[in-house]
C-alpha cells in the first residue's frame, strides 16, 4: 500500500476546509499510517493544482480554487455542511415526536392561543380572523411620516386631499404618497385596509429606499424574504413548545392547609387577584404539563402574593421552589416577605444565597441545597450556575425577566421544560409579551389597583435645582422620604454635595451596585427604618423594593433609561394611601432623539393605575423588537416594517397547521432507479470489515441525517476519500434518507421527467420554493396533483439522474428549517 505523502508547508496553508484538517487530526491515528489513495482523493487534487500551476500564484489564490474544485466534485461535503448549519442548535436529548403525537399537540397550541388571545385582547378581536391588524388609521399620520403599502411597499405620507374619482362627480379623500418613481393615490378607505406605519428596531426610521412604483416584483421578493424569517421563527417556537407540551408530571394534589395559607393574607383580593389564583391553581392541579405563567400586574397589584400561593402549593408537596431576582435588593426583600409569610410554617426551611454571605455561609446554603433541606431558595443570578445542585425542584419564580442577561434568560429557559415556571412583571419585555398573546404561553392580567391605591402624579419637565429643591422640601415637610435616581454612577457624589448643601440638616446617603455588600445592606436598611429621608441611587431600587413612606421619586436624565426602566422606577413610590410624584427631568428637550422623546410621552400619558400592560405594548412599537427577534433577523424587520412584519407572524402563528410537513419511514421510499453500484477490491480489501461498515451507513440513514452525515464525515476521517462508486452508494442513502424527511415516497424517471410522488401540501411547495436559494432547481420544478415534477432538457443516465436528484433533493432539504417537520 502506498504510504501517505505529507505535502510541503506551502501547500498545507492553504488547507482550510475543516474536513481536511480533519485528515491531519490526531483523532484519526490509522490514517496517519496509510490511506487508500484514488484519483478521487481531494489531497491529489490540491496536489494537482500545486503542482500544475507553472507561475506559483499567491496561496490565496490557490486555495480559492482548491475550495472550488473541491466544492465543484465532492457533493457530499457541501451537502454535510448546509446539514450541520441547519442543525447548529440541534438539542439531542429533545425527544422526537410521531406525527399523530404532533396531531394531538398542535391542537393544543392552537387552543392555547386562541385562549390568550381572548383573554389578552377580548372576545371581539380572537374572533376577527385570530391575529392583530397593526394597520394603521391615515388620519393618525403626519406629513413626512413613512408607510409600507402591503402590495406596493415602502413611500413617504404626503397628506390627505379630497379629489374626484373618475367614475363620480362627488370628491372623495384620497391619501396621497410618495415613491421613489411618483405620487401614488389611495381612498382613505383603501388606505387604512393596506397601509402600515414603517417603524425599526433603532433609533434610525428612515428606510434604505422608497419602493418604485414601476417595480412591485422587488417589493414582492423583500415580503417574502421576511415571511421566511417569520416562518423559521415559528418552527423554533413551535418546536421549543411542542417539546414542552410533551413533558409530564403528575397533577398536585389540593391541599387543605392552602386555604388556612390563604386566610393569612392581610387584604382583600381584588378580583384581577383572585383569577390569577385560580389560574395557577388550575395549572397545578389540572394538568400533566409544566406550567409557564406569566403573572403581568402593575407595582404593588398584588403580583407577589400569586407568587406565595404557588410556592406554598409546590412546597406542600414535598418539592424546592426558586425565587430568582435580579437585584440582591431585591432578593433580600423576597426573602424578608417569604419569611415573614412562612413564619407559621416551621417545617418549612427558607434560605437565602447572596454575595452578602461569606464563603462558609455559601458553602453550607448549597450543601442544603443539595441535600433538600432549604424548602425554599431566594437569590439573584447564582442560583443559575453549574454548582447550585437542586435535590427536587419543582418551581421556579422569576421576578422581573426583563433585568436578566441573555445567558441567564438561556438558562432560565431550560429549566421551563423540566418544572413549572412563574414569571412576574408589572412590564414585561417585548418577548415575554409576545409568547404571551400568541399563547404560546398563559398569562394573567392584573389590572385592578388595591382600593387603597391612588394613582402617581407624573411631572415630566427640562431640569433645574430649584424645581429638585422645591419637590423634595414638599415631600420631607409631610414626613416623607425621596429616591433621587440618575442613570451612572458617576454623577451620585456631585448630587450628594449639591443636596447636603442645600438640606444641611437631612440625612442623606448613596447607594449602588459596586459599593461593598455589608455597605450597601445597611444603608438599604436605615432606608426602609426611616432613618435616612434621602437616597441617591442607580436603578438598583428598580425592582420591587417597597418602602411605604417614600412617596416622592426624582429621576434626573430621564432620556437615559429604558420604559420598562421607567415604569418600575416610578412604581416604587405610592405604595400607601398618600399620593404619590414622580419628577422627570430631562437636560434639554431639543437634545432628545425622536424616539426618546415619543417613550416619555408615552409615559405621561399612561399615568392611571393598571397601565403598565399598554405601556409595554407602545413600547414595542417605540422601542422595536431587538429583544424578539435578535441581531439576525433585523434586516428581515427592515425590509417590510415592524408592524408588517409583527402582522406577518401573528398570520404564520394562525397557519402553523398548514405549514406543517409530515416524514415518512425511511424504508417506505421507493427508488425507481437502476443503480447498483460495485466496489473496487482494493478499497474492499482496505476496510476493516466492509458488510459491517455499509450496515452500519444503513442504520445511520435509517435513524435521521445528522447521523448519516457523523457516518460520512468518521468513515471520510478514518479511511480517506472514497472512491466513486462508494460515494454512489452513499449518495443512495441520502436521498432516500431525504426524501423521507420531505414525505417523499416514491422516485422515478420517465424519459425527461423526473417525478417524486408526495405527501406535500401545494401551500407547502410554494413555501419551499420561496425559501430555496438556487434558481437552477427553483425554476425546474412544479407541483401537479401529488408529485413534484422537472422536465430535464435531455434524457440522463442512471448515475448522472443519481447526482441530480441529489443535488435537488438536497436544496429542498435546506428548506426544511422554515416547516413544521412531523
Not at 31 to 56: C, D, E, G, M, W
Not at 87 to 92: E, G
Amino acid at each position: 500500500m502506498a504510504s501517505l505523502h505529507i505535502p510541503t508547508p506551502p501547500v498545507s496553508k492553504f488547507v482550510s476546509s475543516p474536513r481536511l484538517w480533519k485528515l491531519f487530526s490526531s483523532k484519526c491515528p490509522r490514517l496517519r499510517k496509510h490511506r487508500y489513495k484514488n484519483k478521487f482523493s481531494s489531497l491529489s487534487v490540491i496536489n494537482a493544482v500545486y503542482t500544475q500551476s507553472p507561475s506559483l500564484p499567491s496561496l490565496k489564490m490557490l486555495g480559492q480554487r482548491r475550495e472550488k474544485i473541491q466544492m465543484d466534485q465532492d457533493s457530499i461535503s457541501v451537502l454535510n455542511e448546509t446539514i450541520r448549519r441547519n442543525n447548529s442548535n440541534r438539542d439531542a436529548s429533545r425527544p422526537t415526536l410521531d406525527s399523530e403525537e404532533a396531531d394531538k399537540y398542535i391542537q393544543l397550541v392552537k387552543k392555547q392561543q386562541q385562549r390568550g388571545l381572548r383573554t389578552l385582547k377580548g372576545d371581539s378581536e380572537a374572533n376577527k380572523g385570530g391575529f392583530f391588524s397593526y394597520k394603521v388609521d391615515p388620519y393618525t399620520l403626519r406629513s413626512g411620516d413613512y408607510v409600507v403599502h402591503k402590495k406596493v411597499g415602502i413611500g413617504r405620507f404626503v397628506g390627505i386631499k379630497f379629489d374626484v374619482p373618475k367614475d363620480s362627480s362627488e370628491p372623495i379623500e384620497y391619501v396621497f404618497i410618495e415613491y421613489a418613481d411618483g405620487m401614488a393615490k389611495l381612498s382613505v378607505k383603501q388606505a387604512s385596509r393596506l397601509l402600515y406605519r414603517y417603524n425599526l428596531p433603532n433609533e434610525n426610521k428612515r428606510p434604505r429606499a422608497l419602493s418604485k412604483l414601476s417595480d412591485t416584483d422587488a417589493w414582492e421578493r423583500r415580503k417574502t424574504k421576511g415571511k421566511i424569517a417569520i416562518q423559521k421563527m415559528v418552527v423554533d417556537l413551535m418546536e421549543l413548545y411542542l417539546h414542552r407540551l410533551k413533558q409530564k408530571r403528575p397533577p398536585y394534589p389540593k391541599s387543605p392547609a392552602m386555604a388556612e395559607f390563604a386566610a393569612q393574607f392581610p387584604y382583600k383580593p381584588t378580583p384581577d387577584q383572585k383569577q390569577a389564583f385560580n389560574d395557577v391553581e388550575r395549572d397545578f392541579t389540572e394538568r400533566e404539563t409544566p406550567m409557564d405563567r406569566l403573572i403581568c400586574g402593575d407595582v404593588g397589584f398584588g403580583k407577589t402574593e400569586v407568587a406565595l400561593r404557588a410556592i406554598f402549593c409546590v412546597v406542600s408537596a414535598g418539592k424546592q421552589a426558586m425565587i430568582l431576582a435580579p437585584t440582591i435588593v431585591l432578593a433580600k426583600q423576597h426573602f424578608d416577605v417569604i419569611s415573614e409569610r412562612f413564619s407559621k410554617n416551621s417545617n418549612i426551611n427558607i434560605g437565602l444565597l447572596s454575595r452578602f454571605q461569606t464563603k462558609t455561609e455559601k458553602e453550607k446554603s448549597l450543601e442544603m441545597i443539595k441535600n433538600g433541606n432549604l424548602d425554599i431558595i431566594v437569590g439573584t443570578h447564582s442560583l443559575l450556575g453549574s454548582r447550585v445542585v437542586y435535590s427536587n425542584l419543582g418551581l421556579l419564580v422569576v421576578d422581573e425577566e426583563q433585568r436578566f442577561g441573555v445567558k441567564q434568560k438561556e438558562k432560565i429557559a431550560s429549566f421551563k421544560t423540566s418544572v413549572d415556571v412563574l414569571t412576574l412583571s408589572a412590564t414585561p419585555i417585548p418577548r415575554t409579551f409576545y409568547l404571551a398573546l400568541t399563547g404560546f404561553r398563559d398569562a394573567s392580567l392584573i389590572s385592578t389597583p388595591p382600593p387603597e391605591r391612588v394613582p402617581i402624579k407624573t411631572h415630566l419637565s427640562g431640569y433645574s435645582k430649584e424645581k429638585v429643591i422645591s419637590a423634595i422640601k414638599y415631600e420631607l415637610d409631610r414626613g416623607g422620604q425621596v429616591f433621587y435616581v440618575l442613570p451612572r454612577i458617576k454623577g451620585l457624589e456631585e448630587v450628594r454635595d449639591f443636596l447636603e448643601e442645600s438640606l444641611p440638616d437631612v440625612e442623606i446617603a448613596v447607594a449602588h451596585g459596586k459599593q461593598y455588600s455589608k455597605q450597601l445592606e445597611d444603608t438599604m436598611e436605615k432606608f426602609a427604618r426611616g432613618d435616612i429621608r434621602i437616597l441617591i441611587c442607580t436603578n438598583i431600587v428598580e425592582s420591587g423594593l417597597d418602602i411605604q413612606n417614600a412617596n416622592t421619586i426624582i429621576i434626573q436624565d430621564v432620556q437615559q433609561f429604558g420604559m420598562a426602566q421607567l415604569y418600575q422606577l416610578r412604581g416604587r413610590v405610592g405604595r400607601a394611601d398618600k399620593e404619590a410624584h414622580a419628577y422627570l427631568f430631562y437636560p434639554d428637550k431639543s437634545l432628545l432623539s425622536d424616539q426618546a422623546r415619543e417613550r416619555l410621552t408615552a409615559l405621561e400619558e399612561c399615568r392611571e393605575l393598571g397601565q403598565g400592560f399598554q405601556l409595554a405594548e407602545r413600547d414595542m412599537a417605540i422601542r422595536g423588537f431587538g429583544t424578539i427577534f435578535g441581531e439576525q433577523q433585523t434586516g428581515d424587520i427592515g425590509n417590510v416594517g415592524i408592524d408588517l412584519f409583527f402582522e406577518m407572524l401573528f398570520d404564520s402563528l394562525s397557519k402553523v397547521e398548514e405549514n406543517r410537513i409530515i416524514s415518512i419511514p425511511y424504508n417506505s421510499v421507493q427508488i425507481d432507479l437502476s443503480i447498483n453500484p460495485h466496489l473496487p477490491s482494493e478499497y474492499i480489501n482496505h476496510l476493516e470489515n466492509p458488510m459491517e461498515i455499509i450496515h452500519e451507513a444503513e442504520k445511520a440513514a435509517e435513524k435521521d441525517i445528522w447521523s448519516l452525515m457523523q457516518f460520512t464525515e468518521s468513515l471520510r476521517c478514518q479511511y480517506g476519500k472514497e472512491p466513486y462508486s462508494m460515494e454512489v452508494l452513499l449518495k443512495k442513502l441520502y436521498v432516500r434518507r431525504m426524501a423521507a424527511d420531505l414525505g417523499i415516497k416514491r422516485i422515478y424517471a420517465s424519459g425527461k421527467m423526473v417525478g417524486l410522488k408526495t405527501n406535500m401540501r401545494k401551500k407547502v411547495f410554494k413555501l419551499i420554493m420561496d425559501s430555496m436559494a438556487s434558481d437552477i432547481y427553483r425554476n425546474s420544478l412544479f407541483f401537479e396533483g401529488d408529485q413534484i415534477k422537472a422536465e430535464l432538457l435531455l434524457e440522463l443516465p442512471s448515475e448522472q439522474l443519481l447526482n441530480w436528484i441529489f443535488q435537488c433533493l438536497g436544496e429542498l432539504h435546506a428548506c426544511l428549517p422554515a416547516l413544521i417537520k412531523y
